[in-house]
């Protein structure tokens, strides 16, 4: 099962507020992006080539808010974390950004490095579940899809098999009732030789001698139409 490597992506319009998370980050071994808007961070989303763990987001940036930017993030990869980081709290905002799903955390700045990453931490914990969970599923799938193939392969062998096994029983059939009827047909003549003394080796002399003549006669009709001379035909 593939491991997934993980890294944050940071948006914030303050560069002093990215590079202080990025040095946070350097220093705990955490690989990072950063955006300075929200536009920037939805072309990042959507050109990187494995899901991002975890999104930092300031709330209040120019052209795009925090939360505008949270709700698309999650429709391009819903398995990101998504936290919201920022010096303002509306408390009926973020209530209603965690009620919906938008954001799972809110950070308030400034905030304590040691809790910074402590979250971050989590945040990649519950990413790692979800991926091996979808990965889990995603093979089960696989595994089932090839589970009923072979099944279907196996049921079409068999139905296969079967028809042929009732061919080669009808075949055998037929062979056995020609064989008793062939059976019955010499039974039947060797009875009626018997029956009539036809089986002592004179009687079967004279039938030999018999049916000897009468071979013998047809062939001197027809050689005699023939114009063909045999001995002894004068």
């Known amino acids: ?32 992006v950063c955006c300075t808007s929200g536009e920037a961070g939805i072309k990042e989303l959507n050109n990187t080539e494995a899901p991002f763990s975890l999104i930092l987001s300031d709330q209040r ?5 925090g939360i505008d930017f949270f709700a698309r993030a999650r429709e391009i990869s819903p398995g990101t974390i998504r936290i919201l980081i920022s010096g303002y709290s509306d408390n009926d905002v973020l209530i209603d950004a965690i009620n919906k799903g ?29 991926f091996e969970n979808e990965q889990f599923v995603r093979l089960a799938k696989q595994q089932n899809k090839k589970l009923y ?51 002592d080796s004179n009687n079967l002399k004279v039938l030999f001698r018999e049916n000897l003549d009468t071979l013998f006669e047809k062939f001197r009709d027809i050689a005699g139409k023939n114009d063909f001379i045999m001995p002894g035909m004068n």
């Open 61 to 65: 940036m120019p052209g795009m808010t």
């Open 102 to 130: 938008i954001i799972q955390k809110f950070i308030q700045k400034p905030w304590e490095t040691k809790d910074l990453i402590n979250v971050v931490k989590k945040g990649f914990q519950r990413f790692s579940n979800a």
């Open 1 to 32: 099962m593939n491991k997934h490597k993980h890294s944050v992506l940071i948006v914030d319009d303050e560069k002093q507020i990215s590079t202080a998370l990025g040095r946070i980050f350097k220093k705990n071994n955490i690989d990072f």
């Open 149 to 199: 193939q072979l099944d279907y392969n196996l049921n079409e062998k068999v139905k296969k098999y079967k028809q042929k096994i009732v061919e080669l029983d009808r075949k055998i059939q037929g062979l056995k009732n020609k064989v008793v009827k062939q059976n019955d047909s010499d039974k039947y003549f060797e009875e009626w030789l018997r029956q009539h003394d036809m089986l």
